[in-house]
C-alpha cells in the first residue's frame, strides 16, 4: 500500500509565496516520476510540473520562471516552490507519482489534494 500525503496549501495574497510538499509513503521499491497537477472549480486537471527520478524538470507555460519542483529522494518527497503567485494560480494542487512497488509491478499513485487559494 502507498500512500501520497500533501501539504503546503493555503491563502496567500498576489505576488505571494507558498511551498507545497508531498510525501511518499508505504511499499515503494522506486519512484520514476513525480509531479504536480491543479485544478480549479470548472477546469479540467492540469499539469503544472514533472520531475523524473533524475531530476529533469517540465513545467507548463504559465509557471514557468515562478515555480520550482524539486525532490529529496531519499525522502521520497517532491515540493513546489510558488512565487509571484496570481489570482489564477488558485485551484486544488495534486501530487503524482509513478511507483514501483516490487520489480514487477508499477503504478500512478494521487494524494488528496491541497488547497492553493491567491487573493488579489
Known amino acids: 500500500q502507498v500512500q501520497l500525503v500533501e501539504s503546503g496549501g493555503g491563502l496567500v495574497q498576489a505576488g505571494g509565496s507558498l511551498r507545497l510538499s508531498c510525501a511518499a509513503s508505504?511499499?515503494?521499491?522506486?519512484?520514476?516520476?513525480m509531479g504536480w497537477y491543479r485544478q480549479a472549480p470548472g477546469k479540467q486537471r492540469e499539469s503544472v510540473a514533472r520531475?523524473?527520478?533524475?531530476?529533469?524538470?517540465n513545467y507548463a507555460d504559465s509557471v514557468k520562471g515562478r515555480f520550482t519542483i524539486s525532490r529529496d529522494n531519499a525522502k521520497n518527497t517532491v515540493y513546489l516552490q510558488m512565487n509571484s503567485l496570481k489570482p489564477e494560480d488558485t485551484a486544488v494542487y495534486y501530487c503524482?507519482?509513478?511507483?514501483?512497488?516490487?520489480?514487477?509491478?508499477?503504478?500512478?499513485?494521487w494524494g488528496q489534494g491541497t488547497q492553493v487559494t491567491v487573493s488579489s
Open positions: 503524482n507519482a509513478l511507483i514501483r512497488g516490487s520489480y514487477y509491478s508499477i503504478d500512478d499513485y
Open positions: 508505504g511499499s515503494i521499491f522506486s519512484i520514476n516520476a
Open positions: 520531475i523524473t527520478s533524475g531530476g529533469s524538470t
